[in-house]
């Protein structure tokens, strides 16, 4: 049974753009060309079949490959490759000349998508067989910006591997990329009439001269973190909405992502047992195109470069893990609230002047947990003519950084979905029991 469950690689071709694009070099942004953006981000988009498909048309793979080589003739950055400072800093994008494009990938995998859960974890195919790999031909994988992987089930339905270079896209931008894509394998579009063009107006970001870069996270003396996924009702966000929403806090109006943060981080806080002296920390990153409006290109619309700042939001272990949701809830908004007067400050240069503190730092520190929002950046819109995605697996490859990913449920399904690998193994029981427990 393992082996009907292999996936079995058919070919691996280089995909240019469908027409000549500009050629030469494309310089990155500041946010764009920190350390940490180095990464491949790596992420599973699962589609069932489509009992509506015309079983004459083309299949996935081909559907796919024409479409991405029309949207490269607008996104040709994409196509190109990293380059770097003769220190190995990274600096820009170079498009165009022998060998630049997207490397993809054409599987089959000899199962239906039912035997193998739908990828539920613990996955029964590796994720390595269904990302796309790295070809000989690179001799620096630094260098690439973007590879596909479509893996076609015997059941019709099929699996998106992406690994995205952060350098070049943030989570919105990477979403608005794959949005065009799948306009253009339903014909809805041509490259030259897609709904959104792209935008390139890295020189809108901020450079300020004074910002300070941190270290990068280290596993030294960290400590392993176990995975957990959780389904939430649509009623257990409600439950805790109401709360908040009562009289007791003024008839204010909070979101799913704040309450569901809100339960997260207090029942890690619990689980972990922090000391309750001991401050313990939530980062989570926020759009900052609504603050460069006046600086971006056609104010920010079409915009696919990083352009995020990260809130860090601070208490007191015992008051997290003391408080009621609604009250964790306030320490949050709180947080948001500073949002704009931080971000310009860092972006005057006052921030790191004046503190040395890094805002985009990321940590492997136990006490701080990293979220993201993976619900609205469009990856459970994109439809490339088979409907949107089952789900989308978000894929991490460091299990010493505490992470928590909010990303939409089933289709049609409602609620939402927590993928964490935030606690110690030892401690996920009581997580787990933290998060069901509504009292």
Request: charged share 20%; glycine share 8%.
């Amino acid at each position: 049974m393992a082996a009907a469950k292999s996936v079995e690689r058919l070919a691996q071709r280089l995909v240019t753009p469908a027409e000549p694009t500009p050629a030469g070099p494309l310089r990155l942004s500041w946010l764009d060309r920190y350390p940490t953006q180095m990464a491949l981000i790596e992420s599973l988009h699962v589609f069932k079949p489509s009992p509506d498909r015309n079983l004459a048309a083309d299949g996935p793979a081909r559907t796919i490959e024409q479409a991405l080589a029309q949207a490269l003739v607008q996104y040709y950055p994409l196509a190109g490759r990293l380059g770097f400072t003769d220190d190995g800093g990274l600096l820009q994008v170079d498009c165009g000349g022998d060998g630049s494009g997207v490397w993809f990938t054409e599987a089959e995998a000899a199962c239906g998508l039912e035997d193998v859960e739908y990828l539920e974890h613990p996955m029964m195919i590796p994720k390595d067989a269904l990302l796309p790999p790295t070809p000989a031909a690179e001799k620096d994988e630094r260098r690439l910006v973007l590879l596909v992987q479509v893996t076609t089930f015997a059941c019709g339905g099929f699996v998106v591997g992406f690994r995205f270079s952060h350098a070049v896209a943030d989570g919105p931008g990477a979403a608005q990329f794959m949005a065009a894509v799948g306009d253009l394998a339903r014909g809805n579009h041509t490259a030259e009439s897609l709904t959104l063009p792209p935008q390139w107006g890295r020189e809108a970001i901020p450079n300020p001269a004074t910002a300070v870069i941190g270290p990068l996270p280290s596993p030294a003396g960290a400590k392993s973190l176990e995975y957990l996924a959780m389904d939430i009702s649509a009623d257990y966000i409600a439950h805790y909405k109401a709360q908040y929403n009562s009289a007791a806090h003024g008839g204010s109006w909070c979101s799913a992502f704040e309450v569901l943060v809100a339960k997260a981080w207090q029942s890690r806080t619990r689980a972990a047992g922090f000391h309750p002296d001991s401050d313990v920390h939530l980062c989570f990153a926020m759009n900052a195109r609504p603050l460069l409006h006046a600086s971006l290109p056609r104010a920010g619309a079409g915009f696919y470069g990083n352009c995020y700042y990260i809130m860090r939001v601070s208490a007191p272990a015992g008051k997290v893990a003391g408080a009621s949701v609604p009250d964790v809830v306030r320490i949050i908004k709180d947080g948001k609230r500073r949002m704009p007067a931080e971000f310009t400050r860092w972006a005057t240069g006052e921030a790191g002047a004046s503190s040395g503190v890094d805002p985009y730092q990321i940590t492997s520190d136990y006490r701080t947990l990293l979220v993201s929002d993976w619900t609205r950046l469009g990856f459970a819109e994109v439809d490339y003519g088979w409907g949107p995605p089952a789900h989308v697996v978000p894929l991490t490859n460091l299990d010493y950084i505490a992470t928590c990913i909010l990303v939409k449920p089933w289709a049609h399904k409602p609620g939402a979905r927590l993928i964490t690998q935030c606690v110690t193994p030892d401690r996920v029981a009581a997580f787990h029991q933290g998060m069901l427990d509504m009292n």
